[in-house]
């Protein structure tokens, strides 16, 4: 009896085995297949678009990129290898300003400010015009812009005493700063300039006249502004028989210029004078004396991001970020104090006919008796 109950049991327990099964196999012919093959097939369909997209993307090209942690990067600095790191780029999205070698662009310099990261176009880059004549030149200015620091563009100019202002040099790249000593890179003819300019400065800086320079606000923006000065007579006749110099200068125009240069010192008494250099040079102390005070808060947050990154150090930790105020300090050498401006009246300036300007590098130009310098140029000051 309880054999016969077994049997039977198992009989059943097989059939519906059997049933269970076969019902099974037939819902995945009927009805799970079909959907497989329909998911497979459209899967195969989405594959096969995601890998046209991809051909049509293109592979992955190799470009230049502003480095992480770089904040620093002013229109009018140089560029260096580390400011530069390669990141993949899909080759369509890849423009034939992009920057795929970074030797083209590494000793040039800076359109524009950028960001880390910012991809690299030839756009964002300039580099200045050369010649053979081209050279470094120490060029110093009675009054330098607040904040001015290596890499920034100027216009050296000059203001006479009633206040009629001239363009000497524009669009100068600041290649280093030493006080009231800038290094710049200049033509043949740009020197004749400069030194033309310098004897102005010492014929009339007892009545006011004043050097300066202006600072660009985007260098590579900003179209360079058009020089208006003219020379002497005996330096144009230096100019017009120099072989350095291929472009000579039109006579006829630097004529009808310094006509009026020359007319516009004439007008100036000795009284006006001493009231004129006066104020400027109670405006030119307050200028030095805001360049103290910048060149101070500076060095104060150099000293104290330095003191956070040896702390840093010490405990095994990054040293936290310490923006630096405004500028940074490269090659340029803290203020001596606030600077005296020329003395008025006591100066003795040479004479036109027999003076000769400094020549650069060497000597110097003192008031005499006030102790006051007028414009110390010493060889080896920028460096």
Do not use: C
């Amino acid at each position: 009896m309880n054999f016969e109950w077994n049997i039977k049991t198992i009989s059943i327990m097989v059939v519906a085995a059997v049933v269970l099964i076969g019902t099974n196999i037939g819902q995945y012919f009927a009805i799970w297949k079909p959907k497989i093959s329909e998911m497979t097939f459209s899967y195969e369909q989405e594959i096969a678009g995601l890998e046209e997209t991809l051909i049509r993307i293109g592979p992955m090209v190799n470009v230049w990129t502003v480095n992480d942690g770089l904040n620093d990067l002013f229109a009018g600095r140089q560029i260096e290898p580390e400011d530069l790191i390669s990141r993949e780029l899909p080759e369509s999205f890849v423009t034939s300003s992009l920057v795929l070698n970074p030797d083209t662009i590494i000793g040039k310099y800076y359109r524009i400010g950028l960001l880390p990261g910012t991809l690299m176009s030839m756009d964002m880059v300039m580099e200045d015009p050369m010649d053979d004549t081209i050279r470094e030149y120490d060029v110093v200015a009675s009054v330098m812009p607040i904040g001015l620091k290596v890499g920034d563009y100027v216009d050296y100019r000059i203001v006479y005493p009633l206040g009629e202002d001239y363009i000497v040099l524009p669009h100068k790249r600041v290649e280093a700063i030493h006080d009231k000593t800038i290094k710049l890179k200049l033509s043949e003819t740009e020197i004749h300039y400069y030194q033309a300019s310098l004897i102005d400065y010492f014929l009339q800086t007892k009545n006011g006249a004043t050097l300066y320079l202006t600072k660009y606000l985007e260098p590579g923006v900003q179209v360079a502004a058009t020089p208006y000065y003219a020379v002497p007579d005996n330096i144009l006749a230096i100019m017009t028989a120099d072989p350095n110099i291929m472009e000579k200068v039109n006579a006829f125009l630097n004529d009808t210029s310094r006509k009026i240069i020359d007319a516009g010192q004439a007008n100036v008494s000795q009284e006006q004078g001493s009231v004129i250099a006066s104020g400027r040079n109670e405006i030119s102390g307050k200028i030095d004396a805001g360049k103290t005070e910048h060149d101070n808060t500076v060095r104060e947050a150099e000293e104290a991001a330095k003191q956070a990154q040896a702390e840093a150090q010490l405990n095994g930790g990054a040293a936290p970020a310490v923006p630096l105020p405004g500028t940074i300090s490269v090659e340029t050498a803290p203020s001596q104090g606030t600077g005296t401006a020329p003395s008025q009246g006591t100066g003795t300036a040479p004479s036109q006919g027999t003076g000769t300007a400094p020549s650069q590098g060497t000597g110097s130009v003192n008031t005499g008796s006030s102790g006051n310098p007028l414009l110390e140029i010493e060889k080896g000051v920028v460096e």
